[in-house]
T-cell receptor
Framework: AQRVTQPEKLLSVFKGAPVELKCNYS??????LFWYVQYSRQRLQLLLR??SRESIKGFTADLNKGETSFHLKKPFAQEEDSAMYYC???????????????FGQGTILTVHP | DAGVIQSPRHEVTEMGQEVTLRCKPI?????LFWYRQTMMRGLELLIY????????DSGMPEDRFSAKMPNASFSTLKIQPSEPRDSAVYFC????????????FGPGTRLTVL
């Protein structure tokens, strides 16, 4: 079954430390992966997608097909990075894409001062 | 565009009461999704529509839950009767299906069932 796994429910780091949020996927074919972020009491919003190979707010994510991973990384965490992070990928219904996403369980990142 | 609009933002009700959550998707978007978020279960997809037609409602937990999309600019999620375990944040999201799908989320409705 197609699945995305975020093994850490909670992750704590200190300001200025590197941070890596893990995401592993089980998917046949070439996946299109996303990271969504939810700041405290705000709506979920797209952080970045692997296909655009961009860096947003200092975060990057590299697709590693060998390890089936799409970990989110930032070299120097900031307090404002504290949020819930979700990894996700599209799931088709009967071969048709309606834009459905399968989300991981989420990781709560806390950056301490 | 104001983005996806949800109402009410907060709802407190008593067990057994009917609850109706509302969503207005972004104009021009043709897919709409309802999610439930809890600490225990994370983000769960309840049901989604494409061009106002329900595509998959397998995530709806029980018959007490129902959803409608009478037109392209409005959807409702109804819980009748509500129970304390339904307490959660309910999100609505919409998108226009293209090659690079991005779901846009509403602010959510925080439901508390006493």
């Amino acid at each position: 079954a197609q699945r995305v796994t975020q093994p850490e429910k909670l992750l704590s780091v200190f300001k200025g430390a590197p941070v890596e949020l893990k995401c592993n996927y089980s998917y046949s074919g070439s996946p299109e992966l996303f990271w969504y972020v939810q700041y405290s009491r705000q709506r979920l919003q797209l952080l970045l997608r692997h296909i655009s190979r961009e860096s947003i707010k200092g975060f990057t994510a590299d697709l590693n097909k060998g390890e089936t991973s799409f970990h989110l990384k930032k070299p120097f965490a900031q307090e404002e990075d504290s949020a819930m992070y979700y990894c996700a990928f599209p799931t088709n219904a009967g071969g048709t894409s309606y834009g459905k996403l399968t989300f991981g369980q989420g990781t709560i990142l806390t950056v301490h001062p | 565009d104001a983005g996806v609009i949800q109402s009410p933002r907060h709802e407190v009700t008593e067990m057994g009461q009917e609850v109706t959550l509302r969503c207005k998707p972004i104009s021009g978007h043709n897919s709409l999704f309802w999610y439930r978020q809890t600490m225990m279960r994370g983000l769960e997809l309840l049901i989604y529509f494409n061009n106002n037609v329900p595509i998959d409602d397998s995530g709806m937990p029980e018959d007490r839950f129902s959803a409608k999309m009478p037109n392209a600019s409005f959807s409702t999620l109804k819980i009748q009767p509500s129970e304390p375990r339904d307490s959660a944040v309910y999100f609505c999201a919409s998108l226009r299906t293209t090659r690079f799908n991005e779901q846009f989320f509403g602010p959510g409705t925080r439901l508390t069932v006493l």
